[in-house]
């Protein structure tokens, strides 16, 4: 079975500061997608950026990088120097391959950007 | 434009009454999934579909069925729906079945309350 697991309900983070949003998976799977995505207030599932089993660097989409780190099973969203705009839930996902096609989100984490 | 499109947006109803929400993409995407949203437990898959007349379950499919008679269409149907079911539905659809590396395309969600 496949589980993910976001143990942050709620963070705040300065404006123009980074942040460290946190996720670990587990299945025993070897082939696998986490992905991130954006929810803001207005409830739109929006994707954010995605990193593969096999992949040995680590994802970057412009200001969102995923830190990976396959031995801990961990893949951490970094959203360096926060906007406004950042404020949403962020949803941590994961996708395995073959024929075996669930798709797992975890709980989410609520994130309030300080102005 | 390229999108999945939910209907209805929102809905009121009553405890029995067989309703359908009806979900459609126009990407000519294979693999098609329905979520609900709950506060606290993030996003549950309920059903996807890999191709048209293949469909599966996910972690919550109980009170509901879907069909996939044609590749665009994928609706999910609630033939008793209860109070329980009251949650924001998500349908998401993603390229090719069998890829993990594909994000999802949501749609905008459907606010369903079962009185």
């Known amino acids: 079975a496949q589980k993910i697991t976001q143990t942050q309900p709620g963070m705040f983070v300065q404006e123009k500061e980074a942040v460290t949003l946190d996720c670990t998976y587990d299945?025993?799977?070897?082939?696998?997608?986490l992905f991130w995505y954006k929810q803001p207030s207005s409830g739109e599932m929006i994707f954010l950026i995605y990193?593969?089993?096999?992949?040995?660097q680590n994802a970057t989409e412009g200001r969102y990088s995923l830190n990976f780190q396959k031995a801990r099973k961990s893949a951490n969203l970094v959203i360096s120097a926060s906007q406004l705009g950042d404020s949403a839930m962020y949803f941590c996902a994961m996708r395995v391959g073959g024929g075996y096609q669930k798709v797992t989100f975890g709980i989410g984490t609520k994130l309030q950007v300080i102005p | 434009e390229a999108q999945v499109t939910q209907n209805p947006r929102y809905l009121i109803t009553v405890t029995g009454k067989k309703l359908t929400v009806t979900c459609s993409q126009n990407m000519n995407h294979e693999y098609m999934s329905w979520y609900r949203q709950d506060p606290g437990l993030g996003l549950r898959q309920i059903y996807y579909s890999m191709n048209v007349e293949v469909t599966d379950k996910g972690d919550v499919p109980e009170g509901y069925k879907v069909s996939r008679k044609e590749k665009r269409n994928f609706p999910l149907i609630l033939e008793s729906p209860s109070p329980n079911q009251t949650s924001l539905y998500f349908c998401a659809s993603s390229p090719e079945t069998g890829l993990y590396n594909q994000p999802q395309h949501f749609g905008d969600g459907t606010r369903l309350s079962i009185l």
């Open positions: 990193q593969g089993s096999y992949d040995e």
């Open positions: 299945t025993s799977d070897q082939s696998y997608g």
